[in-house]
């Protein structure tokens, strides 16, 4: 008898718990388990303001898929997805197609541009390891051409950071840890150096405890971060940003450096597909397959689940993907196993959250506790390597976890 295939689409936190938990639970005989990445590696997304900013080398946030699949029963496949032909159980790659019996959709997200003109081309974001390279490469670079110019431009030394959710103050944090070090390998003086950040917000963080709030904006301005909330970024140009309180005139900031951290949208190949979709992000049934398609999950950033309690959608986090990683493939172990219970229904299970202020210095909640300074930057760490034991058990924490934590 034919095998059930399963494809799974991205090997990042939300693909990877659901290929290391398919592997367990299925023998070779009940299916053929597919993995589709576009890259040989995986990279810890939620590390990537580190490698952005320098204070963490690039290949410390990635290590080879092959070191947690098992390939004798699970086929990893290099390549990128283009599209996804549902109506023909197919999914297109670059180097291909491939049918599917089931589909795992967990590509991720996108920065969300909003249509503001210039951002595409102006702007870096804090996407992949590709642009967490870049953006390290492109600050080096404006610090090395200020030393070497005989006309000096100032603005090179300035960085704009738009949007201060999480990512925009975790990039902060390493990236005050990180300019001292380029001032002094560039002999260049610190207080030539403006690094601002940008939120269209009334507040930093919005959402997240007023308390904990002041204390990582009062830490991050002590190292020279200049803030201009509730003002929106409306236009990014050559020479740096347009920014606008309100109904007030439009202000530039020259910068040369302007990063994007103002949010994710889901996978633009959601769009492609036709799945229905709310900025690519598909509002997930309880057991996590897509509304019309009893054969296709979508998981991770893609994916868009409500929180009851306050009628808002769950920001969309690691903690989700993997969580639902988990409940992933043990649906879809029911259906190929042709099982009579009921799929099960995902209800995330919040254990807290903690931002990191740079590498010793942190604000969270966790288990119902606010902490701040080197407790709650310890338990990042240990949340950063529970992420890596849960998918590639002690080896992997061994490997490639964090140990730097006193
Ligand atoms: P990802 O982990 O992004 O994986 C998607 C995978 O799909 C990648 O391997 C990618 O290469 C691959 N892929 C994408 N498109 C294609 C294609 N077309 N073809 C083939 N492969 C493709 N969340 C937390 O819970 N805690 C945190 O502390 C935290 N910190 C963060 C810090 C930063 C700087 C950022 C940017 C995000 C952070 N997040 C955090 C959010 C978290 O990283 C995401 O919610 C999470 O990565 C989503 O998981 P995912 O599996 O959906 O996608
Ligand atoms: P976000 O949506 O959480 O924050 C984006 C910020 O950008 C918002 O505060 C928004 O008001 C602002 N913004 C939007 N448009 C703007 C504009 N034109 N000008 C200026 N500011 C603008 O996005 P994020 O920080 O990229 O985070 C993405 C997801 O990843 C979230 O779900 C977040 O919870 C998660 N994340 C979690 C952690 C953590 O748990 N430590 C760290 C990073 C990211």
Redesign the pocket.
Known sequence: MRKPKIVVLGAGYGGLMTVTRLQKMLGQDEADIVLVNKNDYHYET?WLHEASAGTMHHDRVRYDIDSVINRSKVEFICAEVQDVKTADKKVILNTGEIDYDYLVFALGGEPET?G?QGLKEYAFTISNVNTARQIREHIDYQFATYATETDKKEERLAIVV???????I?FLGELTNRVPELCREYDIDYSKVRIYC????PTVL?GFDPELVKYAVAQLEKKGVEFKIG????EVTPEGIK?AKGEEELEEIKAGTVIW????RGSSIIEKAEIENMRARVKVNPDLRAPGHDDIFVIGDSSLIINEEINRPY???AQIAMQQGEVCARNVVKLVKGSAEELESFKPDIKG????LGDDDAIGVAFGKKMTGTKASFMKKMIDNRALFMIGGPALVLKKGKFNIF
């Open positions: 939620t909003f503001i738009g949007g201060a959710g999480f990512t925009g975790e940008v939120e269209a917000a919005p003002t929106a970024i409306k920014a951290a103002a949010g994710v920001p969309p986090t959250t903690v931002c990191s």
